[in-house]
């Protein structure tokens, strides 16, 4: 409780967790990360000097670790280069400050590295992911993504003490550690697409299939993240509707709107998602103002992109006659799982 956790854009349960457990979420991603425009490589990097920074002005007492996030999802599926993840590393160590790896989509992140950093050309996804993860002191993983399984995750740490009180806490809220709330079935699925995601002919079709989808809204003029991530393409839903204030969701009437061309499911990641402030009451008014389009593994064709394209692209020929949106249900946590919304007349 009290403690400070800096991190390269916040997601939304983690940063949740964080402040349940009486932590303050502090963003110190880099600047460009906020620009759906910019061009840099690596938008999910660390500033180093807002790191540091914070770490001076609370103490390095009270900071209780630096969440790292590969690929960065609010960003738009945005990388972190090897490099800043060294930097990282070197500076928490002159503090004693541990690190921790929201590793949801690393094997997207790892080819992003493969492909765009000097001297990883010639190595492996796996390679590249096992030198990224010594740089940290453990990791957590959201299965349901890059492990390739329906439902699940994990938690792998390197330090002993951390190790047994999360081992206890498994007991209290999952099940017996050794199967922490999975089906055996699931269990075995996992043991495989761990193996899997990291084929990098595997890595470069799943990226390969969402560059198809983004380069054929750009084609068109549609305003999207750029450059492309690794999961999912981000509408940039404040440019597509200028004429709707962020208190009227945008992005969640994007969303709608798509959903009622043509059935396709985005999700919204703006406004709704970013919530309140916790002390005010306020609502939490973030840069971005994004719609996902994330798009499953191993599940659908070339032709159903285009599908999703001719929905987007209609729905954005029709933006001049758009409104937004009035919250008529807003849940205590994460309203955006259960919020609902009407039209404004």
């Known amino acids: 409780p009290g403690q400070y956790v800096p991190g390269n854009m916040y997601f939304t349960t983690t940063k949740l967790h964080q402040e349940l457990a009486g932590g303050k979420f502090v963003d110190v991603i880099i600047d460009e990360a906020h620009d759906p425009a910019s061009l840099h490589p690596f938008k999910g990097n660390v500033d180093l000097d807002k790191l540091e920074a914070l770490i001076q002005r609370a103490g390095p007492e009270k900071i209780a670790y630096v969440s790292v996030a ?13 490099e800043n993840i060294k930097a990282v590393r070197a500076l928490t160590d002159k503090y004693g400050i541990r ?14 590295i493969q492909e765009r950093e000097p001297g990883y050309q010639d190595k492996s996804v796996a390679e590249i992911l096992k030198e990224f993860c010594s740089y940290t002191d453990g990791a957590w993983m959201s299965a349901k993504k890059d492990n390739l399984v329906n439902i699940g995750g994990w938690l792998a740490l390197n330090h002993e003490d951390h190790f047994e009180a999360a ?37 470069r079709a799943r990226v390969g299939q969402v560059r198809y989808l983004g380069e054929l809204l750009t084609d068109w003029g549609i305003p999207i993240v750029q450059p492309i991530g690794g999961h999912a393409i981000f509408l940039d839903a404040r440019k597509i509707y200028e004429r709707i204030p962020q208190d009227r969701f945008p992005a969640q009437a994007l969303a709608a709107h798509i959903y009622a061309d043509s059935g396709v499911r985005g999700m919204e990641r703006g406004v709704v998602s970013a ?14 103002e994004l719609v ?3 798009i499953p593994r ?42 609902r919304f009407e039209p404004l007349a």
């Open 70 to 82: 590969g690929t960065v999802n609010m960003a738009g599926g945005q990388p972190i280069s090897m």
């Open 99 to 112: 690190v921790y790896l929201d590793a949801t989509r690393m094997m997207e992140n790892a080819y992003f």
């Open 167 to 203: 081992r206890n806490l498994v007991v209290v809220y999952e099940g017996l550690h050794t199967y922490g709330g999975m089906a055996g079935r699931d269990m075995a699925a996992l043991a495989i697409g761990i193996q899997e995601a990291v084929q990098d002919d595997y890595v």
């Open 275 to 288: 919530g309140r402030n916790p002390e005010t009451g306020e609502h939490n008014y973030p840069k971005l």
């Open 292 to 294: 996902r389009l994330t």
């Open 298 to 339: 191993r599940v659908y064709t070339q032709a159903h992109m285009d599908v999703v394209a001719e929905s987007v692209k209609a729905v954005y020929d029709r933006r001049h006659e758009a409104k937004g949106l009035k919250m008529i249900y807003e849940p205590k946590y994460l309203r955006f799982f259960q919020a």
